[in-house]
Each structure stands twice: as structure tokens, then as C-alpha cells.
């Protein structure tokens, strides 16, 4: 039983430049979220997905993509890197009346 | 949206003393979760709430959900330099649909052997 995987650990990216970071999970877990934190300002919620086929956008989605096509995985797409988007993410998930569990992150550095 | 404010922002103290911390929402909560970070890890679940007035203990942890349900509180008890972290508190309103996690700002912790 692995929880929540993450990958890449570390990215860097140019600014302008796609990417896709990677959330999967072993727990057969309904609700899946992405979140990003920046020093002093905690973690913000990004998209969260009830369930396969379903996404909804959080806090801050701009900038950012997601599908969840199944229950395991909930993959993060940044469409056009920013300086901006420097942060490191976190993918979580959780079942019903639970509270979530969360990957190691993705630490990501957009120049 | 829903706001949590938490304090302190940061805490220094010595080995042996006792903690506590909290949080307070603009909002109605059904459920108080408090985690712990430790550098370049994800948050971990310490103690979930889902009762307004539950006290709960984990260990050297206990946190209680806050009667009027806008509030929560975590207190460490002989603290020991492994509790070193940032703790936050988290909270939603499953009774009103949102399935979106609200978290605080971070209690960074310090402790001095």
C-alpha cells in the first residue's frame, strides 16, 4: 500500500513550457485534490475531483488543467509555465468523512 | 470563501513545556483535521474532529473541536524536539456540499532542547 504518489520530486521548468505532474493512488479513495504552498501563504487548493469523470476548480486554478479518467489517478497539467507557478505542490486524497492523505510533492521552479 | 485564521504564527519554546495552538473559521465547520509538516515532506494527519465539543487524543496530542464550530485547538503536552514542524489546521462543511479543504496558515514550531 504506497498512499499517494508523486512524481517528479523536483522540476524545472522554462517559462513558457507544458508539464504534466503525475498523482496516483493505491486507497480506492473517491476524492482527489492539488494543492500548492508558498511560504507564508499555507496551502491553497488548486482542483479537486470527487470521483472519476468529475473535476471542479479550487482557490487558485488558473494556469492549470486536470482530468480524473480514473479512480487512481489525478494527473496536474500546467499549460504554459510562469515564474509564478514556482511552488511546490501537493496531490491528496481521501474517502468519505476522512481526512485526506498527502503525497511528498512536487517541488517545481519555473525560470 | 471560508477563512481560517491560526496562532500563533510561531512558537519557540523550551524541551518539557506544553503547546497549544488554534485555529478559528469565518464558517461553520463539520470537521476539524490538524496536521503536521516536516520539512520537504507532504502534511500528515495528526487528529480528526467530527463532533462540535469532541475532545481527542493522540499520544501527547490533544485537540478539541470548538463548540460554536468555528474554532479548534491543539495542545502538545512534554514536548520533545522531534515535535519540530509546522502544524496546520484544516477544516470543511461536508454538511453544505463543499468538499474543498480549507487549511490555516501554519503554526511553525520550534523547540529548544
Known amino acids: 500500500n504506497a498512499g499517494v504518489t508523486q512524481t517528479p520530486k523536483f522540476q524545472v521548468l522554462k517559462t513558457g513550457q507544458s508539464m504534466t505532474l503525475q498523482c496516483a493512488q493505491d486507497?480506492?479513495?473517491?476524492?482527489m485534490s492539488w494543492y500548492r504552498q508558498d511560504p507564508g501563504m499555507g496551502l491553497r487548493l488548486i482542483h479537486y475531483?470527487?470521483?472519476?469523470?468529475?473535476?471542479d476548480q479550487g482557490e487558485v486554478p488558473n494556469g492549470y488543467n486536470v482530468s480524473r479518467s480514473t479512480t487512481e489517478d489525478f494527473p496536474l497539467r500546467l499549460l504554459s509555465a510562469a515564474p509564478s507557478q514556482t511552488s511546490v505542490y501537493f496531490c491528496?486524497?481521501?474517502?468519505?468523512?476522512?481526512?485526506?492523505?498527502f503525497g511528498s510533492g512536487t517541488r517545481l521552479t519555473v525560470v | 470563501g471560508q477563512q481560517l485564521n491560526q496562532s500563533p504564527q510561531s512558537m519557540f519554546i523550551q524541551e518539557g513545556e506544553d503547546v497549544s495552538m488554534n485555529c478559528t473559521s469565518s464558517?461553520?465547520?463539520?470537521?476539524w483535521l490538524w496536521y503536521k509538516q516536516d520539512p520537504g515532506e507532504g502534511p500528515v494527519l495528526l487528529i480528526a474532529l467530527y463532533k462540535a465539543g469532541e475532545l481527542t487524543s493522540n499520544g501527547r496530542l490533544t485537540a478539541q473541536f470548538g463548540i460554536t464550530r468555528k474554532d479548534s485547538f491543539l495542545n502538545i503536552s512534554a514536548s520533545i524536539p522531534s515535535d519540530v514542524g509546522i502544524y496546520f489546521c484544516?477544516?470543511?462543511?461536508?454538511?453544505?456540499?463543499?468538499?474543498?479543504?480549507?487549511f490555516g496558515k501554519g503554526t511553525k514550531l520550534s523547540v529548544i532542547p
Open positions: 486507497m480506492n479513495h473517491e476524492y
Open positions: 491528496a486524497s481521501r474517502t468519505q468523512g476522512r481526512g485526506y492523505t
Open positions: 464558517s461553520i465547520f463539520n470537521t
Open positions: 484544516a477544516g470543511y462543511d461536508s454538511g453544505a456540499g463543499s468538499y474543498q479543504l480549507t
Open positions: 475531483s470527487v470521483g472519476a469523470g468529475i473535476t
